[in-house]
């Protein structure tokens, strides 16, 4: 149970409101190493266990308040134990929700609501059912949360809350909008998980329409629910043991309303394809189905069925209370005596008259606790009302002294500013404006002349390096060490060369000259010769990937090649720059590998060249920067600066474009467009 229902609290991760992102939790789930030790445990069943192993990790201090609720709670309600779990519950009251700075604290504490007012209905406390729903959804939304009511399963205790305490209007309209819910949840999530505890929402409807005895209304409902098993039926990863379940309580449902309509065979009909079910034959529904036994006046089957109500309640943690009494004793007395099993009949009745002194006691300590748990709940929101109101005083206060304060020195600036540009002439502000020209432009040749003596300089230290070594009279060089030598040489010979290339390209970009395009090329030859020039798949940091789509494929169209190749080549030496290990951004596969992606499709006018990449990424407000001329966004990295602009100006000169995707927030996307001008489009 522990384990369905933290999938379940996992799954709705992906269901949160649009005013609550990731950055709102400082995108952390928040599931730990105790989390996962309390999952283990939860699946052996073992309640006490759990209970222990849950006292230890929250002494240890590994478990949140609201965590250590949450877990405690479900145990105590599994174990029979509703009134611990109320005065459990009632500590939720002094949690203040802005302090859940995770989803799994967020939605630990959602979970316990909703579970804590389920207990409220099943034991019948409407009005304050209702009354704990309102006042959660208001703390929810108070921080932006705003669906708590519209989650299928809150809406449909509200609408049973509602039926209860005859609203019949009012309870529609709940039901309606867990529908809702429904469609919601089921729209973007498709596990088996998710068509069962839909089903599971839209059976409980039916169940509170028909004890009603709000026949016409379950009958839709009914509809429904075999509309989701058909689809649940044909899913891929079908779950045959949901699908079983599923089955189970559709056709009890049917049963009970055809025979409350007084359709008999229909009835029986449905009731045969309920006991043809797995879940029938557990021991809890064998004794649950002995209701509808006793409607239908099967009563030695139901006597029968009784029989097994002793093993039933032990492995249930039995108490003996007056809900209990109601729920299975006296069904068991009426089957016997029915039955005309008579014996039978005086032994439940001498039980029940045994056990009723302490059934009564046990229920006013029941009582006694909800109403310690009431009266706890709302002293401390009082408590917590009250303190909220002086800090919001003192907040207050605080605040008029510090905009006192800010007025009085704005005035004071605004003044001393004034007076100070009326001293100023147009020929002052002239000049100011060319020095700050001058001084912008002094310092970006300063720092071009230090990238460039930097990216010249250490290969040539290289080189001047080795070839002192080289000349060194009667060294002993092994061929390995040789073979290194000569390698380098070879690497930093290429790294001056790819640096002077890059110099004149830049100096004809800058001199205008028109681009021939009269190449006919194929798309994919760019990619390769891009990735091949470009050596990315030799970089062992990260992971390439080629995407092309079915029309990049086929296409053929005019270009140059060279400049082409060249562009593509630069985004992917920038990709590799900025994707190094030391810029990880946690964006890695199970080898801890970058992801650099080059993808490349084709619209109506235009070939795309997408380079995407999990580096360091590029700030929005920087998006056009970047394309500038010796613009390194980082000082203490590699490069020149260049390579951007080159690979824009190029594209340009081609009558395409180079640009960055602000859109995309996993690293950085530069996305090249080249016209896609067909050789007989292209001029001779």
Known sequence: MITLVLLTVIGCTNRQPSAMDADDFNNADGFNRADSIVSAVGETRDNQRSLEVIDSLDKAGELSLVKTIF????????????????????????????????????????????????????MRRYDLALREVNNIDSKLKAIGYDTFTDHHDIAQIIGECQLYLGQFRLAAESFQKSLQGVHTRLTTNHDPLDYRECQKTMNAIVKVYIQNKLYPEAKPWIELQDSLLAIANEHPQRDSVFIDEMKADICYSKARLAFALGHTEESERAFKDYQSTQTAQQLGNIISSSYYLLLTQRYDEAARNYEQLDAFLKGSGYKATLENFGRYMIPKYRANLLAGRRDSAIRVADIVAHYYDTAMIRQKTIDADLLTTFYDT??????????????????????AIVLVILIIFFIIYALLRRRAYRKLDATNCQLVIANERAEESSRMKTQFIQQISHEVRTPLNVLSGFTQVLATPDIEISNEQLQDISKKIVTNSERITHLVDKMLDLSQVNSNTVIECYDTVHPVDVALRAIDVSDILQATHLQMQLQLSPEAKSLNFVTNQKSAV???????????????????????????????TLDVSVTKHHVVFAVEDTGIGVPPEQAEYIFSEFVQLNEYSEGTGIGLPIARSLACHMGGDVIIDTTYTDGARFVMTLPKKTAEESPK
């Open 378 to 399: 709302e002293g401390k929101e009082r408590q917590i009302a009250e303190q909220r109101a002086e800090l919001s005083q003192q907040r207050m206060f605080t605040i």
């Open 71 to 122: 877990y405690r709670t479900i145990n105590y309600n599994l174990l029979g134990q509703y009134h611990t779990s109320l005065r459990i519950y009632s500590q939720l009251a002094g949690i203040d929700v802005k302090t859940l700075t995770t989803r799994a604290d967020l939605e630990s504490y959602i979970y316990s609501y909703n579970n804590y007012v389920r207990l409220l209905c099943e």
């Open 566 to 596: 060249k562009a593509l080549t630069l985004l992917l030496d920038n990709a590799i720059k900025f994707t190094h290990p030391t810029a990880l951004t946690g964006h890695k596969d199970s080898k801890g590998q970058q992801h650099v």
